[in-house]
């Protein structure tokens, strides 16, 4: 975690000065205001030492070249620390979800354009997988609103615990997770959405000191000759979504062509 800056002083002021006299007259401003200082500065040392020679405002005059270097140093150095630290926040919200911490929506789609395009292009096999958290609307209507942000946060940590670095998770909105798999085969899919449902059906979650039982329905699909689009691989994982929920929740149910038996449908790797 990153100490969080909070913007220097003097920057409202420049960013007005910028805003009324654009960038050349403010800073001709900076400067006149710097060699104030230092005039200001070198008179005030010279005085205090009682001489005026050569030496004594050479001297003066060193240091306070000196001090206006640092403190400019010093001012521009927080300026960059604060300028990164502002890109990492902007970083974050357009590409993570801010209840869980993975990416959003858009960030996903993305993201995934990209490498579906590059897995049929290159003839590589994929999958896809949208996770449902089960009875959300139930738990917020019955432990409020907290409680089933919470739940989210685990059911994300517990999706998380099972990826590979290449794969991609996003909250696609409200209680629907998403996940792309990369080189991952039809069984492999399986296999993960699997291991996910058992993570989230073993979550040791309470609110408040109660129990409160979790489950998530999967579906699962995977690339193949027919999918001219990555919406079309979406709407066969939702479709087996749709059959997970309808056979009572808490499993997992393939798209079309997934299943083993098919293989002459899907893009082998």
């Known amino acids: 975690m990153h100490e969080e800056l909070e913007a220097p002083i003097w920057l409202g002021p420049v960013r ?3 805003g009324r006299w654009g960038y050349h007259w403010t800073l001709l401003i900076l400067a006149l205001l710097v060699a104030l200082m230092a005039v200001g500065l070198s ?3 010279v005085s205090l030492r009682g001489e005026g020679d050569r030496v004594s405002a050479s001297i003066a005059g060193g240091v306070c070249g000196l001090l206006l270097v640092l403190s400019a140093g010093s001012a521009f150095l927080r300026l960059l620390s604060y300028q990164e630290q502002a890109d990492r926040k902007l970083i974050r919200v357009a590409t993570l979800d801010a ?3 993975v990416f959003n929506r858009r960030h996903f789609l993305n993201l995934v354009e990209r490498e579906w395009s590059l897995a049929r292009r290159y003839d590589t096999a994929c999958a896809l997988l949208v996770i449902d958290v089960d009875h959300l609307k ?4 019955g432990f409020g609103q907290r409680c089933g942000d919470m739940l989210l946060r685990q059911v994300a940590e517990a999706c998380s615990e099972t990826l590979r670095q290449a794969d991609v998770l996003a909250r696609f909105g409200g209680e629907v997770f998403i996940l792309f798999l990369p080189h991952t085969d039809p069984l492999g899919a399986l296999d993960v959405a699997e291991r996910i449902r058992e993570r989230v059906e073993g979550l040791d979650f309470a609110w408040n000191g ?15 000759r027919s999918h001219a689009s990555l919406d079309q691989l979406l709407h066969e994982a939702e479709t087996a979504l749709d059959a997970a929920k309808a056979e009572g929740r808490n499993c997992v149910r393939a798209g079309e062509g997934l299943l083993p038996g098919m293989p ?4 082998k790797s």
């Open 16 to 18: 007005a000065w910028l």
């Open 43 to 45: 008179n005030l040392l």
């Open 138 to 141: 139930r738990v917020n209507d």
């Open 210 to 224: 109660h129990g409160i039982p979790t489950s998530a329905s999967i579906g699962v699909a995977a690339l193949h």
């Open 264 to 267: 002459d449908q899907l893009l």
């Open 99 to 101: 209840l869980t911490g």
